[in-house]
């Protein structure tokens, strides 16, 4: 990845110059508070207007707010580098991020038409992928091409969510929910392939992570066939395909593993994220087989693998892309584990129904926490320049 160096003299307030800044910042403050809105919601305290039922609530703006804005975050900071050509700053990423805004807002405003609720959350991909097709296509750097296509893809399941909510068709707000989780899976083995066993062999000196040429060739391919396997009616063929990648990700896991790791919060909560992929795929088969809850594996894909990959990479990339060092405080150490006890917790709950509302009271204080400790340490990191003067 190339630094740029840029002339521009930075201001005191840096939120708008790069995009991890504003969509780290918005992802972990709407994570901090969509999961105790959730709790509300599911004790029949509160209700969004533009959502018929709250579960369907509570999984959209899951993925679509708080998942798409760190992904939104790092794309836009990554492409950057990948490229060598400046991605959105200033106002337009401003205004990118009011957008993303109002559509977490929009749909608890009573009689705001539907459409507009539906209108400006299915603007934002389309802008983003965008901003993002233009310095990739300008540099030629096709082999991120796939990312575009992932988001593509993203939109897609949006719009079969909002088709449903606006009475256009039937039943398809949950195929396009568990579309996109997937699609996060997909995201999360991509760049987990690339930059976990990077940061864990520069982070520790000695530690060699075993790569696979084999499997490294067959599993993003076969985690694309997962995507319309998984929504079909194939049971069978979900099964075995949920059992083949729950190994492979778990043998690739083993690989990157050393006890080493565990002396290094910042690759150790990435290592831990990335075991609850293969995790989540073996619990969804058994749960196809009857043998486990189809609730765990989706909470072990959400909770535990985009929970605790998104807390440790926005840590490390707002350090790296500040100009400081890559070492974090008990208070983040304190927020990885609270992270990764949620997890475990919230995948555990329906072995104990008769605890289920105060185990899930306990998930939602430990989700909690841990988002409001991250922000505490980072928002005056996202919001000021870097330590060294570079713009950016």
């Known amino acids: 990845m190339i630094q740029l160096q840029e002339r521009q003299t930075p201001g005191r307030f840096a939120l708008f110059y790069l995009g991890f800044r ?62 060598s050509i400046n991605t959105l700053q200033g106002i337009p990423l401003a205004l990118l991020t009011l957008l993303w805004l109002m559509a977490r807002v929009f749909p608890w405003i009573g009689g705001l038409p539907a459409i507009w609720i539906a209108a400006a959350d299915l603007s934002f991909l389309p802008l983003l992928i965008v901003c993002l097709a233009r310095p990739i296509l300008l540099a030629r750097n096709y082999r991120n091409l796939v990312f575009l296509v992932i988001l593509c893809l993203f939109w897609i399941a ?13 039943e398809t707000r949950h195929t396009g929910i568990l579309m996109a989780l997937f699609l996060v899976v997909i995201i999360m083995t991509l760049l987990g392939g690339r930059v976990i066993p990077f940061f864990t062999e520069r982070g520790i000196a000695g530690v060699q992570c075993t790569r696979r040429p084999w499997l490294e060739k067959i599993l993003l391919p076969l985690s694309l066939l997962w995507l319309p396997v998984s929504l079909s009616e194939f049971r069978n063929v979900t099964i075995a395909l949920a059992l083949t990648l729950a190994l492979l990700n778990t043998l690739r896991w ?41 609730s765990s594996a989706i909470h072990a894909f959400a909770v535990g693998g985009i929970g605790c990959l998104t807390l440790g990479m926005m840590a490390r990339v707002s350090l ?58 980072y928002i005056p990191i996202l919001i000021q320049p870097r330590v060294d003067g570079v713009f950016g």
């Open 158 to 170: 949006n719009l079969l969510v909002h088709l449903d909510l606006l009475g256009i068709t039937a």
């Open 22 to 83: 504003p969509f780290f910042l918005a992802g972990a403050a709407v994570a901090m508070v969509l999961i105790p809105l959730w709790l509300a919601v599911y004790q029949g305290k509160l209700q969004p207007y533009y959502y018929p039922e709250g579960i369907t609530w509570h999984g959209h703006e899951m993925i679509f707010g708080f998942a798409l804005a760190i992904i939104a975050g790092f794309l836009l900071t990554a492409v950057r580098n990948w490229t």
């Open 254 to 294: 083993i690989g990157w593993f050393d006890r080493r790791v565990l002396a290094h919060p910042l690759i150790w909560i990435l290592q831990v994220g990335y075991a609850f992929i293969g995790l989540g795929y073996g619990l969804y088969g058994f749960a196809l087989l009857d043998m486990a809850n189809i």
């Open 320 to 377: 790296g892309h500040t100009g400081r060092a890559l070492t974090v405080s008990p208070m983040m150490i304190t927020a990885f584990s609270l992270m990764a006890i949620a997890a475990l917790l919230r995948i555990c709950l329906p072995l104990a129904p008769v605890f289920y509302a105060e185990g899930l009271a306990l998930v939602v204080l430990l989700w909690t926490l841990g988002w409001m400790l991250f922000l505490i340490r």
